[in-house]
C-alpha cells in the first residue's frame, strides 16, 4: 500500500516550457487534489476532482490544467510555465470528506528559470 | 474571503513543556477543523479532527480545542519532545469536499 505518490520529485524548467506533474493513490479514494506550498502562504487549492469523471476550480486555477485520468490517477499540466510557477506541488487524496483525513504525496519541487 | 491565520513566528520551548499553537478563522463557520503536522521536504501528515459541537479533543499528547464563538482553535502538545519539532497546519473545512489550510507555525523543541 503504497498510499498517494507524486513523479517527479524534482524538476527544473525554462520559462515557456510545458510539463505534467503525475500522481496516483491505491486507497481507493474519490476525491482528489492538487496544491502548491509557497514559503509564508501555506496550502492553496489548484484544482480538485470530486470523483472519477469530475473536476472543479480551486483558490490558483490560472495557468493550470487538470485530468483526472481514471479512479486512481490525477495529473496536473503547466501548458506554458512561468518563473510565479515556481513552488513545491503536493496531491492529495481524500477518502471520506470531510469525516477523516486527506492523505498526501511526498511532492514535487519546481523550480521555472 | 475565507481567512486563517497561525502564528508565523516560531515557537520555542523547552522539552517537557506544553507547546500551545493558535489557528483563528474569519468570515466562515466550518463544521469541521483538522490538524496536520508537516516536516521539512515531506507532504502533510493527519493528526487531529474536530467537530463544531465539540468542544475539545485529545490524541495522547495531542489536545486541540474549537472556539467557534471566538472563531479559533487551541492546539496543545503536553510533555514535548524533540521529535515533535515540525510545522503545524491548522485547516478548517471552506466547502463541501475542501480544506483550507493555514500557512503554519513552527514548533521547535530544545533539549
Known amino acids: 500500500n503504497a498510499g498517494v505518490t507524486q513523479t517527479p520529485k524534482f524538476q527544473v524548467l525554462k520559462t515557456g516550457q510545458s510539463m505534467t506533474l503525475q500522481c496516483a493513490q491505491d486507497?481507493?479514494?474519490?476525491?482528489m487534489y492538487w496544491y502548491r506550498q509557497d514559503p509564508g502562504m501555506g496550502l492553496r487549492l489548484i484544482y480538485y476532482?470530486?470523483?472519477?469523471?469530475?473536476?472543479d476550480k480551486g483558490e490558483v486555477p490560472n495557468g493550470y490544467n487538470v485530468s483526472r485520468l481514471n479512479k486512481r490517477e490525477f495529473s496536473l499540466r503547466l501548458e506554458s510555465a512561468a518563473p510565479s510557477q515556481t513552488s513545491v506541488y503536493f496531491c492529495?487524496?481524500?477518502?471520506?470528506?470531510?469525516?477523516?483525513?486527506?492523505?498526501f504525496g511526498p511532492g514535487t519541487r519546481l523550480t521555472v528559470l | 474571503s475565507q481567512k486563517i491565520e497561525q502564528n508565523s513566528e516560531a515557537l520555542n520551548i523547552q522539552e517537557g513543556k506544553t507547546a500551545t499553537l493558535t489557528c483563528n478563522y474569519t468570515?466562515?463557520?466550518?463544521?469541521?477543523l483538522q490538524w496536520y503536522r508537516q516536516d521539512p521536504g515531506r507532504g502533510p501528515v493527519f493528526l487531529l479532527l474536530?467537530?463544531?459541537?465539540?468542544k475539545e479533543k485529545r490524541k495522547e499528547r495531542l489536545k486541540v480545542t474549537f472556539d467557534t464563538t471566538l472563531k479559533q482553535s487551541l492546539f496543545h502538545i503536553t510533555a514535548s519532545q524533540p521529535a515533535d519539532s515540525a510545522t503545524y497546519l491548522c485547516?478548517?473545512?471552506?466547502?463541501?469536499?475542501?480544506?483550507?489550510f493555514g500557512a503554519g507555525t513552527r514548533l521547535a523543541v530544545h533539549p
Open positions: 492529495a487524496s481524500w477518502g471520506e470528506p470531510p469525516y477523516n483525513e486527506q492523505f
Open positions: 468570515n466562515y463557520s466550518p463544521a469541521y
Open positions: 476532482s470530486a470523483s472519477e469523471g469530475t473536476t
Open positions: 485547516a478548517p473545512l471552506g466547502g463541501y469536499n475542501k480544506l483550507i
Open positions: 474536530i467537530r463544531e459541537n465539540e
Open positions: 486507497m481507493n479514494h474519490n476525491s
